[in-house]
């Protein structure tokens, strides 16, 4: 990925981070990375932990920013997901969902529960 390209998705993630925090959510890691992929934030929503990917387009001519979270990008997320809860003993009883906040242009829109957990 080039570094305009990651500089302009970190602009994105702090915009989505400082939404998040305004709804009470509490921001436990961003870009957490592992062999399986990448998860842009992990953060608590009350009990719940949530995995959310943020996507961005910038027109409407590659189509809208949450359609971007395809299947396999699903399957990926799920992945590392499970890595993070394995490698710090989340119980597998405790409450996760899965969430995208999409951009459009400037406009956000957040997905709660976007998708579920895909299972390899």
Not at 17 to 34: D, H, M, P, Q, V
Request: net charge positive; hydrophobic share 40%.
């Amino acid at each position: 990925m080039s570094e305009n390209k990651r500089s302009l998705g970190s602009v994105y993630e702090d915009l989505a981070c400082k939404s998040l925090a305004e709804k009470g959510y509490t921001i436990i890691e961003r870009n957490y990375r592992c062999k399986y992929g990448e998860i842009d934030i992990i953060a608590a929503d009350g009990a719940a932990l949530v995995f959310i990917e943020v996507k961005y387009r910038h027109s409407k001519i590659s189509g809208f920013a949450v359609e971007a979270v395809s299947f396999p990008k699903q399957r990926t997320i799920s992945k590392v997901a499970a890595f993070f809860c394995m490698k710090n003993r989340i119980p597998e009883t405790a409450p996760c969902r899965f969430d995208v906040i999409a951009f459009d242009g400037w406009h956000l829109k957040h997905y709660v529960n976007a998708f579920d957990y895909i299972s390899s």
